[in-house]
């Protein structure tokens, strides 16, 4: 049994599971404050998280009818996201786990994000193609194992996610922009406006500050009451364009052979058209889709205490001196 803890951003998550079963899965949410200033405020995520883990991880064991003297072990995000959000969380779970003199597991949180397709029900087993989009990654991880996975694409600029949030802000449609530009979209013609959609050279990697500046120029063209009324279809056209990259580097990465499933994860991993399209991809290349539900597709701990299933526990006291990372590690998590 393993409680996991998330706060690498700003949701406070807690999640308790037995295996590949979960008992629980808490999150706090803290989108309504950080609404206001059209994106994550990391000193504010801080602060939130501090107010809330204690009762996130009550909450947590509470709903999985266990004590904390009955977990094994307990894990957390290490990095990367928001170091003093990451701070409180793994503060916290230090002092839980060493109270016990339980073990503790620092955990990637993009390895969460893949292993999130290890839990009930129908869990996935490697080799599959993972394409993890959220609003602070992009990146294809090929998995061969479930203790890590390789990175054979990420972005070069920002993040899928974050193409979604930047441009919501752009048409005035607020935060989480990515549900926000999905709900506006519809209705719209995603031909309507020709967006560009990077594809340079033959590589998996990923580019969307283009696309952004283009709404940037495409706004201020149309002028405010044009983008008023034309905002479904710049939604629905934005969308698309985000939509057409992410779908075109899955095929060129699956067109080997290689892999015979697709794992989709992150926020952008909810979004109705991209999964749609990918499940289109799949039938067409004859490859399983797995699709998490959404609940855990975005950030949460149970992914956490999934990637910890298959990662060497630490003991007590050897954990205590362990710091946060803040950026994305540059090398694979382990050679494929
Ligand atoms: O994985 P996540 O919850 O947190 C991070 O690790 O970043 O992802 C949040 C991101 C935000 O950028 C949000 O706009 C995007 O996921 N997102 C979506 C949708 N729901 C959330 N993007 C597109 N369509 C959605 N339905
Ligand atoms: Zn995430």
């Not at 999640?15 to 206001?36: K, W, Y």
């Not at 991809?281 to 597709?297: F, Q, S, T, Y």
């Not at 990662?311 to 590690?329: H, K, M, N, Q, V």
Request: with cysteine.
């Amino acid at each position: 049994m393993i409680l996991g803890l998330e706060t690498s951003c700003d949701d406070t998550c807690a999640a308790v599971i037995d295996g590949p079963r979960i008992l629980s899965n808490v999150v706090s949410s803290q989108a309504a404050f950080h609404e206001r200033y059209g994106g994550v405020v990391p000193e504010v995520a801080s602060r939130h998280h501090l107010e809330l883990v204690n009762a996130v991880v009550a909450s947590a064991l509470d709903e999985a009818e266990v004590e904390l003297a009955e977990v094994d072990r307990v894990a957390v995000t290490q990095g990367p996201g928001l170091i003093g959000a990451l701070l409180v969380g793994l503060s916290t779970a230090k002092a839980l786990a060493a109270a016990q003199r339980k073990p503790l597991i620092p955990v990637d949180h993009l390895h969460g994000h893949v292993a999130a397709n290890y839990l009930e029900a129908e869990p996935l087993e490697p080799p599959f193609l993972c394409l993890i989009a959220s609003g602070g990654h992009t990146l294809l991880a090929g998995v061969r194992d479930p203790s890590g996975f390789e990175v054979i694409g990420r972005t070069l600029d920002d993040a899928a996610g974050e193409a979604f949030d930047k441009g919501a802000r752009l048409l005035g449609l607020g935060y989480p922009g990515g549900p926000a530009i999905q709900r506006a979209a519809e209705g719209g013609d995603p031909q309507a406006f020709d967006f560009p959609v990077a594809m340079s050279g033959r590589g998996l990697d990923f580019s969307f500050s283009g696309l952004k500046t283009a709404l940037v120029y495409g706004v201020r063209e149309l002028g405010p009451e044009e983008v008023e009324r034309r905002r479904t279809d710049l939604a629905a056209s934005f969308q698309t364009a985000i939509t057409d990259q992410l779908i075109a580097k899955l095929r060129r990465a699956a067109r080997g052979g290689e892999w015979p499933a697709i794992a989709l994860g992150g926020g952008v991993a909810a979004n109705a058209e991209l999964r749609g399209r990918a499940q289109e991809l799949c039938d067409e290349l004859g490859l399983r889709l797995k699709l998490v539900p959404i609940a855990l597709c975005t950030d949460n701990a149970a992914m956490i205490a999934s990637a910890a299933r298959y990662s060497d526990p630490i003991a007590y006291p050897d954990y205590l001196s362990f710091d946060a990372f803040g950026t994305e590690r540059r090398r694979p998590l382990r050679a494929a």
